[in-house]
């Protein structure tokens, strides 16, 4: 989603802006633009609607890259407010065009602020709800005659809804402010430098030096020096500087023609990464969860809530907890937690999972959680994120940078915590002994597997490839595998625009199977476990409505060969293993569909990859 670089310093601006809307760009976007403070005192401001790259040849064109002063800020749009063309894109400007602003988040109360300065005679241009925030701090400006600071600060207190803001003013050349609201926003600093960030990644290649603006906060960076101030005050507060150890390599795709196809490959590291460390002899050792664990190992209900793929991850928790720890576990999407009557209270355990850490929603949650007074759990990707420091306490999946869109190698890894997770609560509870916990960490054996079924890829593709023209799929599943139908479907809708859907599959019965006919593919995932034989029965129901049957399986039976009308045999494993073997063969099934159709699987259209607005 939208995404912010600001640079004030002595260097030209845009090759640190256009390097940072670069690592920006996976989040996804539809548009970017930068503006510059020049040499001679002017906003040189340059938008385009595409991808970065459309940008920098534009800027090329215009050959205006010398003429830079050391100020600038730039921004990726994904639309929320108008169409994602080069007007609505970001950087605005008052209508004196004197002052420039980038935004992530939306302004509610755009609409009655837009009348009012309508009233005052202000001409908007765009469409877009940040238009109106810039024209506001312009009014205060021009019209009240307040200084740039409180100018900035007069309109922020006006508005409502979420924002992380950076503005420049050509009035007030060597001044930036940074401010944000539930958006979050990073300041990083280096001697006479300062970078600011819609997160980390488009600073961490300039310097360590980090601050996280807290909510309400705002940076004023005024020549060599800054200072931070909430925004009701004007009242320095301390600068609180962290040094981060997180480095994001150079985006390489190595030999892979995109990224979720090498975060697919990646798995082998990823899951092994994850656990590494956190097993020896004497059990599971989750560092992150120490301080927690005496009241999380009491705990007589966990709440789960997550976004997306996460989300499916929280499922895939709830039956590992329930299983291992017999405790009940409620698992809700976070956009429906924050609002909802749940039941959270000071004895609750809230494990909030996040890859990207910034989910608008999943935060809300995590402060309702917090205000409930409950004990806060991130399961998240990435350090230093807002998920990773608003939470009590947490365990980080260490997959690394995923850039790809559609989330693979972090669902794997997030299982992999859970599972963990769900295995230490139950030896806690002693419901579990040492040697069947150890018996389920049989991992090194698990990662061999995980080689095998990457080594199917060619048969998968094959299989993939047959089906590709297909214009809905069904994806079936039970207990711990109808979470993954639900991945596998969400997978194939994300990256091929194809429909689909993950239904549990005796549940199927009651609406779905109407949809069957001879050209429905539907895919199953059938382990030998306790629900063999009931799956077979369903795989029947949808063969006599002559539907295409794909079966992902770890059986040899006959009688699934004779059903399927292919199939994809994974090795023998565990149930938390199947169920990670099982998600690769469809992350796979999905990414060579989507390649057929020659989309861009890492920046599929319309989505984002943090989802920074609720
Ligand atoms: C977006 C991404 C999904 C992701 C979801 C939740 O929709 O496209 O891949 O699962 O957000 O994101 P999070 O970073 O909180 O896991």
């Given at each position: 989603m939208?995404g912010?670089?600001?640079?004030k310093?002595?260097?030209?601006?845009y090759?640190?802006?256009?390097?940072?809307?670069?690592r920006l760009?996976y989040?996804?976007?539809?548009?970017a633009?930068?503006?510059?403070?020049?040499?001679?005192?002017?906003?040189?401001?340059?938008?385009?609607?595409?991808?970065?790259?459309?940008l920098?040849?534009?800027?090329k064109?215009k050959?205006?890259?010398?003429d830079?002063?050391?100020?600038?800020?730039?921004h990726?749009?994904?639309?929320?407010?108008?169409?994602?063309?080069?007007?609505?894109?970001h950087?605005?400007?008052?209508?004196?065009?004197?002052?420039?602003?980038?935004?992530?988040?939306i302004?509610?109360?755009?609409?009655?602020?837009?009348?009012?300065?309508?009233?005052?005679?202000?001409?908007?241009?765009?469409?877009?709800?940040?238009?109106?925030?810039?024209?506001?701090i312009?009014?205060?400006?021009?019209?009240?005659?307040?200084?740039?600071?409180?100018s900035?600060?007069?309109?922020l207190?006006?508005?409502?809804?979420?924002?992380?803001?950076?503005?420049?003013?050509?009035?007030s050349p060597?001044m930036?402010?940074?401010?944000r609201?539930g958006?979050p926003?990073v300041?990083?600093?280096?001697?006479k430098e300062?970078?600011?960030?819609?997160?980390?990644?488009?600073?961490?290649?300039?310097?360590?030096?980090?601050?996280?603006?807290?909510?309400?906060?705002?940076?004023?960076?005024?020549?060599n020096?800054?200072?931070?101030?909430s925004?009701?005050k004007?009242?320095?507060?301390?600068?609180?500087?962290?040094k981060?150890?997180?480095?994001?390599?150079?985006?390489?795709?190595?030999?892979?023609?995109?990224?979720?196809?090498?975060?697919?490959?990646?798995?082998?590291?990823?899951?092994?990464?994850?656990?590494k460390?956190?097993?020896?002899?004497?059990?599971?050792?989750?560092?992150?969860?120490?301080k927690?664990?005496p009241?999380?190992?009491?705990a007589?209900?966990?709440?789960?809530?997550?976004?997306?793929?996460?989300w499916?991850?929280?499922?895939?928790?709830?039956?590992?907890?329930?299983?291992?720890?017999?405790v009940p576990?409620?698992v809700?999407?976070?956009?429906?937690?924050?609002?909802?009557k749940t039941?959270?209270?000071?004895?609750?355990?809230?494990?909030?999972?996040?890859?990207?850490?910034e989910?608008?929603?999943?935060?809300?949650?995590?402060?309702?959680?917090?205000?409930?007074?409950?004990i806060?759990?991130?399961i998240?990707?990435?350090?230093?994120?807002?998920?990773?420091r608003?939470t009590?306490?947490?365990?980080?999946?260490?997959?690394?940078?995923?850039v790809?869109?559609?989330?693979?190698?972090?669902?794997?890894?997030?299982?992999?915590?859970?599972?963990?997770?769900?295995?230490?609560?139950?030896?806690?509870?002693?419901?579990?002994?040492?040697?069947?916990?150890?018996?389920?960490?049989d991992?090194?054996?698990a990662?061999?597997?995980v080689?095998?079924?990457?080594?199917?890829e060619?048969?998968i593709?094959?299989?993939?490839?047959?089906?590709?023209n297909?214009?809905?799929?069904?994806y079936?599943?039970?207990?711990?595998?109808?979470?993954?139908?639900?991945e596998?479907?969400?997978?194939?809708k994300?990256i091929s625009?194809?429909?689909?859907?993950?239904?549990?599959?005796?549940e199927?019965?009651?609406?779905?199977?109407a949809?069957?006919d001879?050209?429905?593919?539907n895919?199953?995932i059938?382990p030998?476990?306790?629900?063999?034989d009931?799956?077979?029965?369903?795989?029947?129901?949808?063969?006599?409505?002559?539907?295409?049957?794909?079966?992902?399986?770890?059986?040899?039976?006959?009688?699934?060969?004779?059903?399927?009308?292919?199939?994809?045999?994974?090795?023998?494993?565990?149930?938390?293993?199947f169920?990670?073997?099982?998600?690769?063969?469809?992350?796979?099934?999905?990414?060579?569909?989507?390649?057929?159709?020659?989309?861009?699987?890492?920046?599929?259209?319309?989505?984002?990859?943090?989802?920074?607005?609720?």
């Open positions: 939208c912010i670089v600001a640079y310093g002595y260097k030209n601006c090759p640190i802006l256009l390097n940072g809307l670069h760009e989040r996804g976007y539809d548009s633009g930068v503006a510059c403070l020049t040499k001679h005192g002017k906003l040189s401001i340059t938008k385009k609607s595409g991808k970065v790259k459309h920098e040849q534009l800027l064109n050959d205006i890259i010398q830079c002063r050391g100020s600038g800020i730039a990726t749009r994904w639309a929320t407010h108008g169409k994602p063309n080069q007007i609505n894109s950087p605005h400007k008052d209508q004196s065009g004197d002052i420039v602003l980038v935004h992530n988040g302004i509610e109360n755009y609409d009655p602020i837009k009348k009012f300065l309508q009233s005052k005679k202000v001409k908007f241009k765009s469409e877009t709800d940040t238009e109106v925030l810039v024209q506001l312009g009014y205060f400006f021009q019209n009240v005659k307040l200084d740039f600071q409180q900035v600060r007069a309109a207190q006006r508005v409502d809804g979420a924002y992380g803001i950076v503005v420049l003013n050509k009035k060597d930036m402010i940074a401010a609201k958006s926003l300041l990083g600093i280096k001697d300062f970078f600011v960030g819609s997160d980390i990644s488009p600073i961490v290649k300039h310097t360590q030096n980090i601050i996280y603006l807290e909510d309400a906060q705002m940076a004023i960076i005024d020549g020096d800054y200072k931070i101030t925004i009701d004007d009242v320095s507060l301390p600068k609180k500087v962290e981060i150890d997180y480095k994001i390599d150079d985006y390489d795709k190595g030999k892979f023609k995109f990224f979720m196809h090498k975060e697919i490959h990646e798995q082998i590291e990823t899951i092994n990464n994850t656990i460390g956190r097993v020896n002899k004497d059990g599971i050792l989750l560092q992150g969860l120490f927690y664990w009241a999380i190992k009491r007589d209900k966990i709440f789960i809530t997550a976004c997306g793929t996460s499916h991850a929280g499922l895939i928790g709830k039956n590992l907890i329930e299983r291992f720890a017999e576990v409620h809700e999407y976070a956009s429906e937690f924050r609002y909802n039941l959270v209270d000071n004895n609750s355990v809230v494990i909030a999972i996040s890859q990207s850490g989910t608008a929603d999943t935060l809300a949650a995590i402060h309702k959680a917090n205000e409930a007074g409950a806060t759990v991130g998240c990707n990435v350090p230093g994120s807002s998920v990773s608003e009590n306490c947490g365990v980080f999946t260490r997959c690394g940078h995923e790809g869109v559609a989330s693979t190698k972090a669902f794997t890894a997030q299982i992999t915590v859970l599972y963990l997770l769900a295995l230490k609560l139950g030896r806690s509870r002693n419901l579990l002994t040492k040697n069947s916990v150890k018996a389920h960490l991992y090194k054996n990662i061999k597997k080689k095998l079924v990457l080594r199917k060619l048969d593709k094959k299989i993939a490839l047959k089906y590709k297909a214009s809905d799929f069904l079936l599943g039970r207990g711990l595998n109808f979470p993954v139908a639900l596998g479907a969400l997978k194939l994300e625009y194809i429909h689909a859907e993950g239904y549990p599959a005796a199927m019965k009651h609406g779905p199977i949809l069957v001879e050209d429905m593919p895919v199953f059938v030998k476990d306790k629900t063999y009931k799956i077979i029965s369903n795989i029947e129901e949808i063969k006599s409505r002559k539907g295409k049957i794909i079966i992902i399986t770890d059986s040899r039976d006959k009688i699934l060969k004779n059903l399927a009308n292919d199939l994809i045999l994974i090795p023998k494993t565990n149930h938390y293993m169920v990670v073997l099982a998600t690769i063969v469809l992350q796979l099934f999905a990414y060579y569909i989507a390649v057929s159709k020659k989309i861009n699987v890492d920046q599929p259209r319309n989505l984002a990859k943090s989802v920074t607005v609720e």
